[in-house]
């Protein structure tokens, strides 16, 4: 008996400790509330194993004390060394509380399942696989930390959700060797021996009769008070409230479909120069993950990384912004903006905003989306359900372990009528990591081919993109009549070094932006042409290509404001007044500049 209340003391007085610790700004009531909680915590932690007459060395009682104690740590740890100095006040006494229940509950349904002979086997097993499951929560956040050093949040979660399978396994096959061999061997590990240490636990006495209906008490009072869908703990811990608030947000932003037919009512596009009768075509090309800060058309590189676009920058037709940034350092929420809208200096919903989809139906195009991408991750992202309402959108063939390289949107090319008015868009893989799974194998040019080698396999991501432009710069001006093409990356990145789901620096926001105009189209659109001229060297960011699409199809419309559009003399924005990372840093603080 003395164990077992030395024990509860311990677990109590060490749980407060961590909660102290590892929170801020608590007021003295919340330290005085928890002070109390925590004490009946610990003891239904303990109460089981005195009940059944088992030592607190048992296996499977170490397993549930590790997985509880990994939950009353983790999430408020991370959270604490990556806030402290910037929040002043926070606390997750709520994940304490599931650690120290979690223990009780595990305990309390294997020693029922055990001593009611409930096929142990198969139930213990099925427990184990519960609690791997459990365990993982931690463990990825502990993996999540070691990469980014930083506490896992709302961005870096909804990255993991919205990644596309292929990317995954890109991801794996990129770390060494030894740990591709170790992780999965250490999964399987991790397993196994959670699995050892429940299978041990073979009979359950009681030397009194009071105490199975206790222990059966508690384990009716522990399942209802954790797992409750509405007010449970565990849905109240910091890690799963912040999984069901990207949840949330997915979800809200797939009411960007059902709002479609309303948006559509309220949108008014007129042509300020109507088209004529002989058709034409715009291109807008998305590219991924490209720097200009290694772009030989953009800046001095030392390798000329862009021969294409370096030739034709000399031409008229040809015009380059050497100051645009992207609004974010990630795919999905940089083209949720990018797309509509909605952008970081408006309030804008994403679900509520028109998108340069519905401009170009009403101004009279049929619209295209042919991407190279797939849908990113399980769920509809914005991306993929702004595509989807074109009127044709298709995705290459996404085997998975097997690399789909940009030029395969050509053949898409081929299906577009030139006997009508059309605008495509090209969404490429680009220089997504692995850079050097972005080009075929004979296309290297700064690398070795098939060597590993991050700045030159990135060096030959970047001039295969160049090519692939060239090729759809011709394609469309041979055999579309193409009046517009307008290219710009979704975001930049460093190539040498890990990507952070947070902003770290201005290099992963430094993007190429440029557009071509037809003679054709400069002759009918004199002044826009002249504007882009004039605005050419302006401070730019790409949450505002919506607007300035509208600006190259020439319209009017009650969902666009021609001072967001670099094809107006009414451009408001300038380097002190535009921002990135959504908002949150000024493209000013960019010291380069």
């Known amino acids: 008996m003395n164990t077992y209340f030395i024990s509860i003391i311990l677990l109590y007085i060490f749980s407060y400790t961590m909660y102290l610790l590892l929170s801020k700004g608590l007021g003295h009531k919340a330290q005085y509330l928890q002070l109390r909680r925590f004490l009946p915590c610990a003891v239904l932690a303990i109460l089981p194993m005195y009940l059944i007459n088992a030592p607190l060395t048992s296996s499977f009682y170490l397993l549930d004390f590790f997985i509880g104690w990994m939950w009353i740590i983790t999430y408020p740890l991370f959270y604490y060394l990556t806030y402290h100095k910037s929040s002043s006040d926070f606390g997750f006494h709520l994940d304490t509380v599931f650690g120290l229940y979690f223990m009780g509950w595990s305990l309390s349904l294997k020693a029922l399942l055990v001593y009611f002979n409930i096929f142990p086997t198969i139930t213990l097993t099925l427990v184990s696989v519960i609690e791997f499951i459990i365990l993982l929560v931690p463990i990825v956040q502990w993996i999540y930390y070691q990469l980014y050093h930083t506490c896992i949040n709302d961005e870096g979660l909804t990255l993991i959700l919205e990644t596309d399978h292929n990317e995954t396994i890109e991801f794996f096959k990129s770390l060494p060797i030894l740990l591709q061999i170790f992780t999965p061997v250490l999964v399987a590990a991790s397993f196994i021996i959670i699995l050892y240490c429940n299978l041990c636990f073979t009979s359950v006495t009681f030397t009194n009769n009071w105490q199975l209906p206790i222990l059966a008490v508690i384990f009716i009072f522990l399942t209802t008070y954790l797992w409750n869908l509405k007010k449970g703990v565990f849905i109240r811990t910091g890690i799963v409230e912040l999984y069901l608030d990207v949840k949330s947000y997915i979800k809200e932003t797939a009411t960007y479909k059902i709002k479609l037919n309303e948006r559509l009512q309220s949108l008014k596009v007129s042509l300020k120069n109507p088209l004529d009768n002989h058709p034409s075509t715009i291109i807008m090309v998305i590219g991924e993950s490209a720097s200009r800060d290694y772009m030989s058309a953009f800046t001095d590189y030392p390798q000329n990384t862009t021969p294409w676009l370096k030739k034709m920058c000399n031409i008229r037709n040809f015009i380059l912004f050497p100051n645009a940034y992207a609004c974010k350092d990630q795919t999905v929420p940089v083209l949720e903006h990018a797309l509509t809208e909605a ?36 769920a509809e992202t914005a991306i993929t359900l702004v595509a989807n309402t074109a009127d044709k959108a298709e995705w290459t063939k996404q085997n998975l372990n097997q690399y789909q390289y940009d030029e395969a949107l050509l053949e898409n090319l081929q299906k577009v009528s030139p006997n009508e008015n059309n605008f495509i868009v090209l969404h490429l893989m680009g220089s997504h990591f692995n850079f050097i799974n972005r080009y075929p194998y004979n296309f290297a040019k700064f690398s070795q081919p098939g060597k590993y080698d991050l700045i030159p396999n990135y060096l030959d991501s970047l001039a295969y993109t160049d090519y692939v432009l060239q090729r759809v710069f011709d ?8 009046q517009a093409l307008v290219y710009f990356s979704d975001h ?40 882009l001229k004039t605005n050419q060297n302006k401070f730019f960011t790409n949450d505002l290509i919506y607007d300035f699409m509208c600006g190259i199809f020439n319209i009017q419309s009650n969902h666009y404001d021609e001072q967001n559009s670099l094809t107006s003399l009414n451009y408001k924005y300038t380097l002190q007044n535009l921002k990135t990372d959504l908002g949150k840093i000024n493209i000013s603080d960019d010291i380069t500049k």
């Open 492 to 531: 930049a990145t460093i190539p040498d070094k890990r990507r952070s789901p947070n902003f770290s620096g201005f290099a992963n926001v430094r993007i190429p932006f440029f557009t071509y105009l037809s003679n054709e189209y400069i002759e009918k659109n004199s002044y826009i042409y002249n504007n």
């Open 475 to 482: 394609y469309g001006k041979d055999k579309l009549n193409l």
């Open 343 to 378: 952008n970081q200096y408006n309030n804008k919903k994403f679900y509520e905003s028109c998108s340069i989809i519905d401009i170009a139906k009403k101004a009279g195009y049929k619209t295209y989306w042919f991407s190279n991408q797939g849908h990113v991750g399980s």
